[in-house]
Protein backbone atom coordinates (compact mmCIF):
# COMPACT_ATOMS: atom_id res chain seq x y z
CA UNK A 1 0.00 0.00 0.00
CA UNK A 2 1.41 3.29 -0.45
CA UNK A 3 2.04 5.56 1.88
CA UNK A 4 0.01 8.34 0.98
CA UNK A 5 -3.17 6.30 0.27
CA UNK A 6 -2.05 4.37 3.92
CA UNK A 7 -2.59 8.13 5.48
CA UNK A 8 -5.84 8.54 3.75
CA UNK A 9 -7.21 5.66 5.28
CA UNK A 10 -6.45 6.39 8.46
CA UNK A 11 -7.81 10.09 8.34
CA UNK A 12 -10.70 8.54 7.75
CA UNK A 13 -10.93 6.37 10.11
CA UNK A 14 -9.72 8.82 12.64
CA UNK A 15 -12.62 11.57 11.98
CA UNK A 16 -15.42 9.25 13.18
CA UNK A 17 -14.70 9.60 16.79
CA UNK A 18 -12.30 13.30 16.64
CA UNK A 19 -12.37 16.77 16.21
CA UNK A 20 -11.84 18.16 12.91
CA UNK A 21 -9.28 20.06 14.45
CA UNK A 22 -7.40 17.30 15.48
CA UNK A 23 -7.34 15.47 12.24
CA UNK A 24 -6.06 18.78 10.43
CA UNK A 25 -3.00 18.61 12.84
CA UNK A 26 -2.76 14.79 12.43
CA UNK A 27 -3.03 15.53 8.38
CA UNK A 28 -0.26 17.70 8.59
CA UNK A 29 2.41 15.87 11.03
CA UNK A 30 1.89 12.92 8.66
CA UNK A 31 2.34 14.90 5.19
CA UNK A 32 5.53 15.78 6.47
CA UNK A 33 6.53 12.07 7.18
CA UNK A 34 5.24 11.68 3.50
CA UNK A 35 7.39 14.01 2.01
CA UNK A 36 10.17 12.96 3.69
CA UNK A 37 9.65 9.41 2.77
CA UNK A 38 9.02 10.18 -0.59
CA UNK A 39 12.52 12.34 -0.69
CA UNK A 40 14.22 8.97 0.63
CA UNK A 41 12.81 6.83 -2.00
CA UNK A 42 10.57 5.06 0.20
CA UNK A 43 6.64 5.03 -1.12
CA UNK A 44 4.64 1.89 0.12
CA UNK A 45 4.48 1.03 4.41
CA UNK A 46 5.58 -2.24 3.69
CA UNK A 47 9.04 -0.91 3.36
CA UNK A 48 9.04 1.15 6.43
CA UNK A 49 11.71 0.34 9.13
CA UNK A 50 12.82 1.43 12.52
CA UNK A 51 16.02 2.56 10.72
CA UNK A 52 13.64 4.83 8.97
CA UNK A 53 11.76 6.09 11.79
CA UNK A 54 14.99 6.82 13.79
CA UNK A 55 16.50 9.06 11.35
CA UNK A 56 13.22 10.58 10.86
CA UNK A 57 13.15 11.57 14.40
CA UNK A 58 17.15 13.01 14.26
CA UNK A 59 15.70 15.05 11.72
CA UNK A 60 13.32 16.48 13.33
CA UNK A 61 14.78 16.94 16.62
CA UNK A 62 17.30 19.21 14.70
CA UNK A 63 14.63 21.81 13.00
CA UNK A 64 11.41 21.66 15.85
CA UNK A 65 11.08 22.31 19.76
CA UNK A 66 10.81 19.50 22.01
CA UNK A 67 7.08 20.22 23.10
CA UNK A 68 6.27 20.05 18.64
CA UNK A 69 8.54 16.95 18.72
CA UNK A 70 6.85 14.83 21.25
CA UNK A 71 3.33 15.78 19.04
CA UNK A 72 5.06 14.57 15.60
CA UNK A 73 6.20 11.10 17.14
CA UNK A 74 3.21 10.22 18.95
CA UNK A 75 0.94 11.07 15.91
CA UNK A 76 3.17 8.94 13.47
CA UNK A 77 3.39 5.98 16.19
CA UNK A 78 -0.47 5.52 16.21
CA UNK A 79 -0.16 5.92 12.76
CA UNK A 80 1.57 3.10 12.50
CA UNK A 81 0.22 1.05 15.01
CA UNK A 82 -2.98 1.79 12.99
CA UNK A 83 -1.13 -0.04 9.78
CA UNK A 84 -0.60 -3.02 11.82
CA UNK A 85 -4.26 -3.35 13.12
CA UNK A 86 -4.97 -4.31 9.38
CA UNK A 87 -1.66 -6.05 8.59
CA UNK A 88 -0.14 -3.40 6.66
CA UNK A 89 3.23 -3.77 8.16
CA UNK A 90 4.47 -6.27 10.75
CA UNK A 91 3.55 -6.08 14.16
CA UNK A 92 5.51 -4.31 17.08
CA UNK A 93 7.06 -1.96 14.46
CA UNK A 94 4.94 0.89 16.02
CA UNK A 95 7.52 0.49 19.45
CA UNK A 96 10.44 1.41 16.69
CA UNK A 97 8.61 5.53 16.83
CA UNK A 98 10.78 7.32 19.77
CA UNK A 99 9.00 9.38 21.66
CA UNK A 100 10.81 12.02 22.93
CA UNK A 101 11.25 12.46 26.77
CA UNK A 102 10.24 16.01 28.37
CA UNK A 103 10.97 17.27 31.74
CA UNK A 104 7.87 19.59 32.79
CA UNK A 105 9.82 22.82 31.72
CA UNK A 106 9.50 21.81 28.23
CA UNK A 107 6.31 20.26 27.91
CA UNK A 108 4.35 22.69 29.63
CA UNK A 109 3.44 25.98 28.13
CA UNK A 110 5.36 29.30 28.83
CA UNK A 111 2.75 31.26 27.08
CA UNK A 112 -0.18 31.01 29.81
CA UNK A 113 -2.19 34.04 30.91
CA UNK A 114 -1.48 34.33 34.51
CA UNK A 115 -3.65 35.08 37.04
CA UNK A 116 -2.93 38.44 38.10
CA UNK A 117 -3.49 40.39 34.64
CA UNK A 118 -6.65 38.02 33.81
CA UNK A 119 -8.31 39.07 37.42
CA UNK A 120 -7.41 42.61 36.22
CA UNK A 121 -8.68 42.64 32.83
CA UNK A 122 -11.88 40.87 34.50
CA UNK A 123 -12.32 43.79 36.71
CA UNK A 124 -11.76 46.11 34.25
CA UNK A 125 -14.84 44.96 32.03
CA UNK A 126 -16.71 43.94 35.31
CA UNK A 127 -16.27 48.21 36.31
CA UNK A 128 -16.69 49.88 32.58
CA UNK A 129 -19.68 51.51 31.40
CA UNK A 130 -18.20 50.69 27.74
CA UNK A 131 -17.16 47.39 27.88
CA UNK A 132 -19.06 45.50 30.62
CA UNK A 133 -20.96 42.51 29.21
CA UNK A 134 -20.06 42.88 25.52
CA UNK A 135 -18.81 39.94 23.20
CA UNK A 136 -15.23 39.89 24.49
CA UNK A 137 -16.08 40.34 28.10
CA UNK A 138 -18.56 37.45 28.04
CA UNK A 139 -16.16 35.39 26.34
CA UNK A 140 -13.52 36.05 28.85
CA UNK A 141 -15.54 35.42 31.66
CA UNK A 142 -16.47 32.01 30.18
CA UNK A 143 -13.08 31.03 28.83
CA UNK A 144 -11.67 31.74 32.75
CA UNK A 145 -14.32 30.45 35.17
CA UNK A 146 -14.70 27.78 33.01
CA UNK A 147 -11.63 26.60 31.77
CA UNK A 148 -13.21 25.24 28.83
CA UNK A 149 -11.06 23.96 25.26
CA UNK A 150 -12.15 26.36 22.71
CA UNK A 151 -14.27 23.87 21.06
CA UNK A 152 -16.21 23.65 24.38
CA UNK A 153 -16.96 27.48 24.24
CA UNK A 154 -18.33 27.43 20.51
CA UNK A 155 -20.17 24.77 21.19
CA UNK A 156 -22.11 26.31 23.86
CA UNK A 157 -26.11 27.29 23.07
CA UNK A 158 -28.30 29.84 24.75
CA UNK A 159 -29.98 26.89 26.92
CA UNK A 160 -26.74 25.52 28.11
CA UNK A 161 -26.93 28.40 30.27
CA UNK A 162 -28.75 27.99 33.67
CA UNK A 163 -28.73 30.60 35.67
CA UNK A 164 -29.96 30.56 39.74
CA UNK A 165 -29.09 34.34 40.47
CA UNK A 166 -30.12 35.37 44.11
CA UNK A 167 -31.15 32.10 44.91
CA UNK A 168 -29.56 29.81 47.71
CA UNK A 169 -28.31 27.59 44.04
CA UNK A 170 -25.09 28.08 42.14
CA UNK A 171 -25.65 28.85 38.89
CA UNK A 172 -24.08 26.58 35.79
CA UNK A 173 -22.79 25.65 32.41
CA UNK A 174 -23.54 22.58 30.37
CA UNK A 175 -21.29 21.21 27.92
CA UNK A 176 -23.12 18.83 25.58
CA UNK A 177 -21.90 16.62 22.47
CA UNK A 178 -24.37 17.83 20.09
CA UNK A 179 -22.04 15.56 17.53
CA UNK A 180 -24.27 15.78 14.50
CA UNK A 181 -25.14 19.36 13.92
CA UNK A 182 -21.67 20.46 15.58
CA UNK A 183 -19.17 21.11 17.22
CA UNK A 184 -18.04 17.94 18.45
CA UNK A 185 -16.48 18.24 22.41
CA UNK A 186 -12.87 17.07 22.32
CA UNK A 187 -13.68 13.87 23.77
CA UNK A 188 -17.19 13.15 22.78
CA UNK A 189 -19.84 12.34 25.01
CA UNK A 190 -17.42 11.37 27.60
CA UNK A 191 -16.75 15.40 27.46
CA UNK A 192 -20.21 16.33 28.51
CA UNK A 193 -20.41 17.74 31.79
CA UNK A 194 -22.03 20.81 34.04
CA UNK A 195 -19.73 23.19 35.20
CA UNK A 196 -20.14 25.38 37.91
CA UNK A 197 -19.95 29.52 37.83
CA UNK A 198 -19.78 32.67 39.89
CA UNK A 199 -22.90 34.76 40.34
CA UNK A 200 -21.19 37.35 38.48
CA UNK A 201 -20.00 35.34 35.69
CA UNK A 202 -23.73 34.36 35.52
CA UNK A 203 -24.78 37.83 35.78
CA UNK A 204 -22.41 39.09 33.21
CA UNK A 205 -23.53 36.41 30.55
CA UNK A 206 -26.76 37.20 31.55
CA UNK A 207 -26.44 40.92 30.36
CA UNK A 208 -24.82 39.69 27.20
CA UNK A 209 -27.33 37.71 26.18
CA UNK A 210 -29.90 40.70 27.26
CA UNK A 211 -28.41 43.42 25.81
CA UNK A 212 -25.41 42.50 23.39
CA UNK A 213 -25.84 39.07 21.89
CA UNK A 214 -26.95 39.07 18.37
CA UNK A 215 -30.03 37.11 17.89
CA UNK A 216 -29.11 34.73 15.25
CA UNK A 217 -28.94 30.75 14.59
CA UNK A 218 -26.42 28.10 12.94
CA UNK A 219 -26.90 26.03 9.88
CA UNK A 220 -28.60 24.03 12.16
CA UNK A 221 -31.14 25.97 13.46
CA UNK A 222 -29.61 26.49 17.25
CA UNK A 223 -28.74 29.29 19.03
CA UNK A 224 -24.85 29.69 19.62
CA UNK A 225 -24.72 31.65 22.88
CA UNK A 226 -21.13 33.07 21.53
CA UNK A 227 -22.83 34.45 18.54
CA UNK A 228 -21.89 36.25 15.14
CA UNK A 229 -23.66 37.62 12.11
CA UNK A 230 -23.48 34.88 10.43
CA UNK A 231 -24.71 32.01 13.55
CA UNK A 232 -22.18 30.30 15.40
CA UNK A 233 -18.54 31.56 15.19
CA UNK A 234 -15.66 29.78 13.51
CA UNK A 235 -12.14 28.61 15.12
CA UNK A 236 -10.67 31.99 13.59
CA UNK A 237 -13.10 34.31 14.93
CA UNK A 238 -12.91 32.76 18.53
CA UNK A 239 -9.51 33.22 18.36
CA UNK A 240 -9.24 36.92 17.66
CA UNK A 241 -12.05 37.88 20.03
CA UNK A 242 -9.43 36.21 22.51
CA UNK A 243 -6.64 38.25 21.46
CA UNK A 244 -8.74 41.36 21.58
CA UNK A 245 -10.03 40.20 24.93
CA UNK A 246 -6.82 39.67 26.50
CA UNK A 247 -4.60 43.19 25.59
CA UNK A 248 -2.81 44.48 28.51
CA UNK A 249 -3.45 48.25 27.80
CA UNK A 250 -6.96 47.60 29.02
CA UNK A 251 -6.35 47.39 32.69
CA UNK A 252 -3.25 49.34 32.90
CA UNK A 253 -0.33 50.57 30.89
CA UNK A 254 1.24 48.79 27.86
CA UNK A 255 4.57 46.51 29.31
CA UNK A 256 5.75 47.06 25.67
CA UNK A 257 6.55 51.03 25.62
CA UNK A 258 3.32 51.81 23.42
CA UNK A 259 0.83 54.18 23.19
CA UNK A 260 -2.55 53.06 23.36
CA UNK A 261 -3.51 55.44 21.33
CA UNK A 262 -1.14 54.93 18.08
CA UNK A 263 -0.65 51.36 18.69
CA UNK A 264 -1.62 49.21 16.08
CA UNK A 265 -2.16 45.91 17.75
CA UNK A 266 -5.36 47.68 19.12
CA UNK A 267 -6.49 47.08 15.96
CA UNK A 268 -9.43 44.37 15.85
CA UNK A 269 -7.43 42.50 12.96
CA UNK A 270 -3.90 43.25 14.73
CA UNK A 271 -4.57 42.08 18.53
CA UNK A 272 -2.92 38.86 17.96
CA UNK A 273 0.67 41.01 17.43
CA UNK A 274 0.71 42.15 20.78
CA UNK A 275 3.12 39.73 22.59
CA UNK A 276 1.00 39.69 25.96
CA UNK A 277 -2.41 38.76 24.04
CA UNK A 278 -3.16 35.37 24.78
CA UNK A 279 -5.14 33.10 22.25
CA UNK A 280 -7.77 30.40 24.22
CA UNK A 281 -5.52 27.50 25.16
CA UNK A 282 -2.75 29.82 26.90
CA UNK A 283 -6.33 31.20 28.81
CA UNK A 284 -7.11 27.44 29.52
CA UNK A 285 -3.94 26.83 31.29
CA UNK A 286 -3.56 30.24 33.21
CA UNK A 287 -7.35 29.15 34.39
CA UNK A 288 -6.25 25.91 35.38
CA UNK A 289 -3.24 26.33 36.73
CA UNK A 290 -4.88 29.67 39.15
CA UNK A 291 -7.98 26.74 40.23
CA UNK A 292 -5.33 24.44 41.37
CA UNK A 293 -3.54 27.50 43.05
CA UNK A 294 -6.35 28.57 45.30
CA UNK A 295 -7.22 25.41 46.54
CA UNK A 296 -9.65 23.11 44.51
CA UNK A 297 -8.54 19.69 44.06
CA UNK A 298 -7.16 18.72 41.43
CA UNK A 299 -9.58 15.77 40.99
CA UNK A 300 -12.34 18.90 41.06
CA UNK A 301 -10.30 20.73 38.51
CA UNK A 302 -9.70 17.61 36.54
CA UNK A 303 -13.84 17.27 35.79
CA UNK A 304 -14.25 20.37 35.49
CA UNK A 305 -11.93 20.93 32.25
CA UNK A 306 -12.28 17.77 30.82
CA UNK A 307 -9.00 16.65 31.46
CA UNK A 308 -7.41 13.75 33.63
CA UNK A 309 -5.11 14.62 36.52
CA UNK A 310 -1.82 13.42 34.83
CA UNK A 311 -2.84 15.55 31.88
CA UNK A 312 -3.23 18.07 33.89
CA UNK A 313 0.05 18.46 35.88
CA UNK A 314 2.28 17.50 32.80
CA UNK A 315 0.21 20.01 30.25
CA UNK A 316 -1.57 22.55 31.86
CA UNK A 317 0.04 23.17 35.53
CA UNK A 318 2.31 26.47 35.12
CA UNK A 319 2.67 26.72 38.86
CA UNK A 320 6.04 28.11 39.97
CA UNK A 321 7.45 26.35 42.67
CA UNK A 322 6.70 28.40 45.53
CA UNK A 323 3.36 28.08 44.36
CA UNK A 324 3.33 24.38 43.87
CA UNK A 325 4.84 24.28 47.96
CA UNK A 326 2.13 26.33 49.27
CA UNK A 327 0.12 24.21 47.70
CA UNK A 328 1.31 21.07 49.21
CA UNK A 329 1.11 23.10 53.16
CA UNK A 330 -2.38 23.88 52.50
CA UNK A 331 -3.84 20.21 51.93
CA UNK A 332 -1.18 19.09 54.48
CA UNK A 333 -3.45 21.56 56.57
CA UNK A 334 -6.85 20.47 55.59
CA UNK A 335 -5.90 16.42 56.34
CA UNK A 336 -4.59 17.24 59.54
CA UNK A 337 -8.01 15.50 60.62
CA UNK A 338 -6.43 12.04 59.16
CA UNK A 339 -3.19 12.50 60.79
CA UNK A 340 -4.98 13.13 64.03
CA UNK A 341 -7.00 10.04 63.47
CA UNK A 342 -3.88 7.78 62.57
CA UNK A 343 -2.91 9.09 65.95
CA UNK A 344 -5.80 7.91 67.27
CA UNK A 345 -6.33 4.74 65.93
CA UNK A 346 -3.19 3.83 67.44
CA UNK A 347 -4.22 5.07 70.78
CA UNK A 348 -7.22 2.70 70.39
CA UNK A 349 -4.40 -0.53 69.94
CA UNK A 350 -3.16 0.80 73.09
CA UNK A 351 -6.28 0.27 74.94
CA UNK A 352 -7.25 -3.09 73.37
CA UNK A 353 -3.96 -4.41 75.27
Not at 39 to 50: A, M, N, T, W
Not at 103 to 129: G, H, K, T, V, W
Amino acid sequence: MFIRRAIQRYLRRRRSDSTDSSVEAWKYRLKLFREWCYGIDLKRVGELRGLDFDEYYEIRAGEVAPVTLEGEMWTLRMFVKYLEQIDAVERGLHESVRIPELDRDERASQEALDAEPALALIEYFRNSDRDRAKRNHAFLELAWYTGARQSGLRSLDLRDVNYRLDSDEQSWIEFHNRESTGPRLKNGVRGERPVGIPDETARVISEYVRDYRMDTHDDEGRQPLLSTREGRPAEATVRTWSYNATLPCLHGACPHGKEKETCEWTDYHKASKCPSSRSPHPIRTGSITWQLNIGIPPEVVAERVNATVSTIEDHYDWASDEERWQRYRDRLGKRREYVERLDSDWSNHDDDK
